[in-house]
């Protein structure tokens, strides 16, 4: 990590010396100096970092460089630090006092240069003892590569408990009929058996029978791709039984190419391509690959999901290597510990926590296994320890060096900005869902996303959350309806090993008990459940972020300096979600570099004025707070990018004041920096103004009234970047008067609008985006699905009191790609048709207190791809036509695997599936209702 520490510097330093900042003589010469040095140095790291754990005094180097990056990082800080405290001071003042801004910033100065030239000294003692490591370059790290290849070859076939039923799946890709050469990528995390179940296939007689002419390729990288064709040009010849022409050793890749081309022409051949990490790997050599129409097959594997897609885009199919299912894995590890024979009761429980740890990866339960077949098994608190402390017990025993060195190779090939992004996640308890959207924003006060042309900084966040994705180092744990990522969380064992490398190159310190080993300095602190865990005299602090999880104690009197003495000046992040919090801790304002604040889930009531004085704060998230009302000063803050600040009460989403926002009588137009902006409170002013936060991407309002209306319209016209657009009328009577927008924003994905329509705004026809449209409270007499149908990507639909009508029409190939549909209280429907071709891909249809609807809807059979349907509240001559013993309409849900009908009743909803629907009556005691049944309500947005 020190590579990436480095790369960081590299990046502030650029910006120091560009930035028209008037340093003291010889600094920026120093400045430049240092950076020439580290620049000169940052080409050995990565390797050396590979060797650092076998050689010592190579180890120390690289703590060094290290030091020294984060040594220049604190100066910059300090310094910027003192430049926006002297700043503020002149906000606003006279021209006078902005003259002597000069003067008052020549202490600052100077200490900086006093502090480049400690650094320069440091720096200049590292390169005088540069290590010269002998054969530098790619060789060593892909040689550690295919070690690591052979480490998974390991794992034999008796191992692999559950391994037949991909294997058959494999095999019948590789001979169904299919003419053309077909690829079939295998792709997913390290460890979970890629290289072996393809071993398995390519070993299996049966394919050995079917292609006589196969090869089995390590790919290493496309600089050494005359290796890589000279070895299938060896493989394909002893096959063949012909040895290869002597020339292929004096031969270019072309040559080789069309070597391999020729012998493979007029063959049925199956080759396979082993751990390709980048697509111009799979490029390179798929040119000396024929497509003679044979039946030919090319097995890949990988870890990354883009050059699955890639690689199988003309012809193929990509075969996602999942996890062990949970009594899979429990068999295998019970195989591997306990020689097939059951686990002893007493041991039980503990080993079913450690093998949660290794999430159903097969090499981890091997390896894990293996260690444990060591143990006494008399001894219950030899096996707790292991549970307890799992990271050590990976870091210290051998056996599990193969296992770490597999699941470490896809950390080791990160270029260094996604190395920090996924260290990151280590600030965060193990078995936590981590939002999407806040570590994109935590990201980005942390200075880990790089700027590209014509991107935000969140949209390139994004696209690292999405590559880290691909290469299957996280994991999505909850999607939106729509599709879209809303939670993610590492697997639990590459976690431990993450941590381990998070501790070692001291990225953040985890106050989880009081018996950690607290490093010299401490720069990133998360705190776990209860602050007793922090011991003052531990640690030097120079905070950068501070974030707090599941704490017990009472917050009434925090004090972020009493917490870390006077180690938090340089804070940039400060995440206090969910914590126990009533009052706005006012040393906050005194933080003045901070950027990211959380207050999120806390019982913070209002915020004060001198926020203003945060000037470098890009997120303030207030979201379930009970802050009603914001100061005008907010608008001071030019540089803030997300102000949500929003509390929504779920138990009765369906009633109209279900959310509240904020009030503000402030001109927000200022805030030009703003993306984010949920939920305010409309007035006629305030509609005026939203027209100049031309980078909105979310925008929430709340209150509207008609009259604001046209100019709320002539705003939005101007929102070109608009993405999600919400819009709640002060009472549910109110018309929500946004009829007249000529040019609405062509980019808007979600829509969200809560009050009466005169007539269905036909501008929505045309915003070809759109994935997600709930509409509340329209009244409408038209039918809204005329004007909606017709939307391309268009995934969930949600009514609610929207159409007073008594049909309901989904004309065939309407509704082309949505996948869940909401309607609720639709009181006057009393028919429901789907044509066939309809919605063909829902996947999902809830209907609820839709009183009159007493007949079940027609055509419900055509949806073929239904996983499941929820009627809430519903007439029972629907339900019971529905019954599978009696039932006349069961036969339209019948291919359904989920149908469940619920009532409300003492103060819940008991649901029931349509199995036990018939006990209802008789049972009044609830016995085969199912109470506890989480499904998703309506709204919840």
Request: charged residues 25%.
């Amino acid at each position: 990590m020190a590579d990436s520490s480095v790369s960081f510097l590299l990046d502030k330093l650029s910006c120091l010396l560009q930035e028209e900042v008037n340093l003291q003589r010889g600094v920026r010469e120093d400045v430049q100096h240092i950076k020439y040095e580290l620049e000169r140095h940052r080409g050995i790291l990565r390797v050396a970092e590979a060797m650092e754990d076998k050689d010592p005094e190579l180890k120390a180097w690289v703590k060094g460089v290290r030091n020294v990056a984060h040594d220049m990082e604190d100066a910059i800080d300090e310094f910027n630090l003192r430049l926006v405290d002297q700043h503020w001071q002149a906000y606003n003042s006279s021209f006078h006092n902005k003259v002597i801004f000069g003067i008052k910033t020549l202490k600052a100065r100077h200490r900086i240069a006093s502090d480049i030239q400690s650094i320069k000294s440091k720096v200049d003692i590292i390169s005088q003892g540069r290590p010269d490591l002998p054969g530098i370059g790619s060789s060593q790290r892909w040689s550690s590569r295919l070690d690591s290849q052979g480490d998974a070859l390991l794992l034999e076939e008796a191992d692999l408990v559950g391994i037949d039923k991909p294997k058959k799946q494999l095999i019948d890709l590789l001979f169904n009929e299919e003419a053309g050469r077909a690829v079939i990528p295998i792709y997913g995390m390290g460890g979970v058996g890629k290289t072996t179940l393809a071993k398995q296939v390519y070993d299996d007689p049966k394919v050995k029978k079917r292609f006589r002419i196969h090869a089995w390729v390590n790919v290493t990288q496309s600089s050494k791709l005359d290796e890589l064709l000279k070895d299938l040009v060896q493989q394909l010849h002893n096959v063949i039984g012909k040895p290869a022409p002597e020339e292929v050793g004096q031969m270019k890749s072309d040559k080789l190419k069309e070597l391999i081309k020729n012998l493979l022409q007029q063959s049925r051949y199956l080759i396979v391509l082993d751990d390709v990490w980048q697509v111009k790997d799979w490029d390179s050599v798929k040119l000396a690959l024929p497509n003679s129409n044979r039946g030919s097959r090319v097995m890949l594997t990988t870890r990354k999901k883009d050059i699955a897609l890639y690689s199988c885009a003309e012809l193929g199919k990509d075969f996602n290597l999942e996890f062990l299912p949970e009594e899979e894995a429990w068999n295998l590890f019970c195989k591997k510990i306990f020689q097939g024979n059951s686990c002893p009761p007493h041991l039980e429980e503990v080993c079913r926590k450690i093998l949660k740890m290794c999430g159903g990866l097969p090499l981890a339960i091997v390896a894990i296994g293996g260690v444990l077949a060591t143990r006494g098994r008399a001894n219950i608190e030899e096996w707790q320890m292991v549970c307890r402390s799992f990271g050590s017990e990976i870091e210290g025993n051998d056996k599990l060096e193969s296992m770490k060195k597999v699941l470490s190779l896809s950390f080791n090939e990160l270029p260094y900005h996604l190395k920090s992004c996924l260290l990151y996640l280590s600030i965060f308890p193990e078995f936590h869902a981590i939002e999407h959207m806040r570590l994109i924003r935590l990201w980005i006060a942390e200075g880990f996303v790089n700027g590209e042309d014509g991107k935000t900084l969140e949209e390139v966040a994004d696209s690292y959350l999405k590559e880290l994705l691909d290469r299957s180092l996280l994991q999505v744990v909850e999607k939106t309806s729509d599709g879209r990522m809303k939670t993610c969380r590492m697997h639990d064992l590459l976690r431990e090993i993450v941590n381990l490398k998070a501790k070692d190159q001291n990225f953040a310190t985890i106050a989880k008990d009081q018996d950690i080993i607290w490093p010299d300095k401490v720069r990133r602190l998360s705190i776990i459940n209860t602050l007793n865990n922090m011991q003052q005299d531990r640690a030097e602090f120079h905070l950068r972020s501070l974030l707090m999880f599941s704490l017990s104690d009472s917050l009434e009197h925090f004090s972020i300096r009493a917490l870390c003495s006077n180690g938090c000046k340089l804070l940039r992040v400060l995440d206090l979600q969910d914590g126990p919090l009533e009052v706005f801790p006012y040393e906050i304002i005194s933080l003045s570099l901070l950027k990211y604040l959380s207050l999120k889930n806390t019982k913070v009531k209002s915020i004060p004025a001198s926020i203003k004085k945060l000037q470098q704060l890009e997120t303030l998230d207030l979201k379930q707070t009970y802050v009603s009302v914001l100061p005008v000063e907010i608008v001071e803050l030019q540089r803030l990018r997300h102000l949500l600040v929003y509390r929504y009460e779920i138990e009765c989403y369906a009633k109209f004041h279900s959310r509240h926002g904020f009030k503000m009588a402030a001109p927000i137009g200022r805030m030009q920096s703003l993306q984010k902006l949920c939920f305010i409170e409309a007035d006629q002013a305030l509609m005026i103004e939203l027209g100049k936060l031309t980078q909105l991407r979310r925008l929430g309002i709340r209150k509207m009234r008609q009259q604001d209306g046209a100019a709320l319209c002539s705003s939005i016209e101007k929102m070109i970047n608009l993405r999600s657009l919400s819009i709640t009328a002060i009472e549910d009577n109110e018309i929500i008067g946004i009829h007249n927008i000529s040019r609405p924003p062509q980019y808007l994905q979600q829509l969200y609008l809560s009050g009466r329509l005169d007539n269905f705004p036909h501008w929505i026809s045309c915003l070809k985006n759109l994935v997600r449209v709930f509409l509340k409270w329209s009244r409408l007499e038209e039918d809204p699905l005329v004007h909606l149908q017709d939307l391309p990507n268009l995934r969930h639909l949600e009514f609610l009191q929207v159409y007073v009508g008594e049909t309901l029409h989904f004309k065939a190939n309407g509704f082309a790609s949505l996948k869940v549909l909401g309607l609720d209280d639709l009181d006057g429907l009393k028919c429901m048709t789907v044509e066939e071709g309809a919605m063909p891909g829902l996947k999902k249809l809830i209907i609820q207190r839709c009183n009159s609807l007493k007949q079940v809807p027609l055509g419900l059979e055509h949806l073929t791809k239904l996983k499941s349907i929820e009627f809430f509240a519903m007439p029972k001559e629907l339900t019971n036509a529905l019954l599978p013993s009696g039932g006349e309409d069961y036969w339209r849900v019948q291919h359904v695997a989920a149908v469940y009908c619920s009532y409300w009743r003492d103060g819940g909803w008991d649901v029931y599936s349509l199995e036990t629907l018939g006990d209802r009556e008789s049972d009044s005691s609830g016995g085969s209702a199912m109470r506890n049944l989480e499904i998703s309500p309506l709204w919840k947005v």
